[in-house]
């Protein structure tokens, strides 16, 4: 697969101009024909949010192309660059899922198995009657967005579980959970016997070609991660919290990510285990009007309108319970579908979304918490026109 690297952009354009879809072609796959698109959707977005530094990468047909912008630390003026480390918040999620599925391939769990039966500390909870693909998709009957404030130790977190009682009935209702599916990667884990984070390294990182991307990241790359900034432009980082590494603690450039994404659409020189759970991850197991829950990823019908990847990604999504379809058996995973994964720390905000059958793939990370809608907006018209282009 060729890396076609295209040169640090800077922050603010002088005299940018529209690029419709009627107006642009693609005669090429070279970053050149691609990047006045790439740079005036994405500048225009930077400039409406503050946001002070983004790395996107871009795949189109296995060719990858890479474009920064800005600042990875506003004090020193240090640029954005290929090397650069970005949190990724919950797109974590789509690794850890992979992690759980490549388990299930390889026959240490399955996910049709309930929790407690891959930890016992909780038998005799309501985690008899819930299984592991329902932490995966966030059906387990309501566990909360984070967990409670006083959770600050793996004994409290286990308490936690084994007191905790659903508001729904497993498999009914959808509600975004942090502690569900870093759960699901706790389990994992535990099964496999190793620690969480070599697992990653050694089960994905390294068989995916993935180099730069880290839990805790070492002191000789410090240099490359970049300062998030809240409202008031403060530099901050993500902070320590139970499963943070399985749910939201991941650390990658773009050009990592932007491989995760290559395998998902052309994983035929994996191992079949590692191919099959790439697979599994993309599966829908549930609805939600069109959203498609699968373990991590969440996918729709290609094409797909704006509005309804926005409704996908709202609030209202993440912050509610909403009832769902399970789907038994599950959908297999798709040609014909875009699939996403937001994620977002107190001062970072990462998209990833693919369609397998146009060949595209699109990574944008930024140093700033900026809204979903946004974010969405600038990856449908990016990858609309590039799919209209060729």
Do not use: C
Not at 23 to 51: F, G, N, Y
Not at 68 to 73: E, F, H, I, L, P
Not at 300 to 307: E, G, I, N, Q, T
């Amino acid at each position: 697969m060729r890396r076609i690297v295209a040169a640090n952009v800077a922050l603010i354009m002088t005299g940018t101009f529209w690029l419709g879809q009627s107006a642009w072609a693609l005669d090429t796959t070279e970053s050149t024909q691609i990047k006045p698109l790439v740079d005036d959707t994405i500048t225009a977005l930077i400039e409406e949010h503050r946001i002070p530094g983004m790395a996107v990468a871009i795949s189109v047909n296995g060719q990858s192309h890479y474009f920064n912008y800005g600042v990875a630390n506003q004090e020193t003026d240090q640029p954005v660059t290929d090397e650069t480390l970005f949190e990724l918040g919950s797109v974590s999620k789509i690794f850890t899922a992979t992690l759980a599925a490549y388990a299930d391939a390889s026959g240490a769990l399955s996910l049709s198995d309930p929790v407690s039966q891959h930890l016992p500390a909780l038998e005799g909870s309501a985690f008899d009657e819930i299984t592991l693909r329902e932490l995966g998709t966030y059906t387990a009957g309501e566990l909360p967005l984070q967990f409670p404030d006083d959770v600050q130790s793996e004994a409290a977190m286990i308490d936690y579980y084994r007191q905790w009682q659903p508001e729904s009935a497993p498999g009914s209702h959808r509600l975004y959970s942090n502690p569900s599916l870093g759960l699901l990667g706790y389990i994992t884990a535990q099964r496999l016997d190793q620690p969480f984070e070599t697992l990653m390294a050694e089960t994905l990182f390294t068989p995916l070609g993935i180099e730069n991307s880290y839990y805790q990241v070492p002191d000789a790359q410090q240099t490359h991660y970049a300062y998030g900034y809240d409202k008031q432009d403060d530099p901050i980082r993500v902070n320590p919290g139970m499963l943070d590494a399985q749910a939201y603690g991941l650390k990658s450039t773009a050009a990592d990510v932007l491989t995760f994404v290559e395998a998902n659409m052309d994983g035929a020189e994996l191992d079949a285990p590692l191919r099959q759970a790439m697979d599994t991850t993309r599966r829908g197991y549930a609805t939600v009007g069109e959203l498609h829950q699968g373990l991590g990823w969440e996918s729709y019908a290609y094409p797909v309108a704006l509005d309804t990847l926005v409704a996908g990604n709202s609030l209202d999504m993440i912050l509610e319970p909403n009832p769902v379809e399970n789907l038994d058996p599950p959908l297999p995973s798709r040609q014909a579908a875009l699939y996403n994964k937001t994620g977002s720390t107190n001062g970072f905000g990462g998209y990833v979304a693919f369609v397998p059958d146009e060949q595209l793939g699109i990574v944008m990370l930024a140093n700033r918490n900026y809204p979903n809608q946004a974010r969405i907006k600038a990856a449908h018209q990016l990858l609309s026109t590039l799919a209209d282009a060729h």
